[in-house]
């Protein structure tokens, strides 16, 4: 199984990125999926969840209301626009799959390798 993310990259605050999974050897349709990130010299957090067919998110206060979690299951693809950015969002952006069951916690089955995203101010 792999999970590759890509999408970061630099931009001021009040930018937008919008960061892309690709999944690939999983049956992408049956397990819920989330981008978590971690700062440098902190705990990884999470992000934002989706449901196994989108019909549900979640998202951390944080970031409720400026990001937006979506996936096409046709494509096996899941994407995080992330709009207004502020500097604290600065972290490295992982993906995670989940079988079926969406969580808030940080077991999830399969982790990308992270992509950086740096906001300046």
């Known amino acids: 199984v792999q999970l590759e993310e890509s999408g970061g990259g630099l931009v001021q605050a009040g930018g937008s990125l919008r960061l892309s999974c690709a999944a690939s050897d999983l049956i992408f349709s049956n397990y819920a999926m989330a981008w978590f990130r971690q700062a440098p010299g902190k705990e990884r957090e999470i992000v934002a969840v989706i449901s196994r067919s989108g019909s549900t998110t979640y998202y951390a206060d944080s970031v409720k209301g400026r990001f937006t979690i979506s996936r096409d299951n046709a494509k096996d693809t899941m994407h995080l626009q992330m709009n207004s950015l502020k500097p604290e969002d600065t972290a490295v952006y992982y993906c995670?799959?989940?079988?079926?069951?969406?969580?808030?916690?940080?077991?999830?089955?399969?982790w990308g390798r992270g992509t950086q995203v740096t906001v300046s101010s």
């Open positions: 995670a799959a989940r079988f079926k069951v969406a969580g808030l916690g940080d077991k999830y089955d399969y």
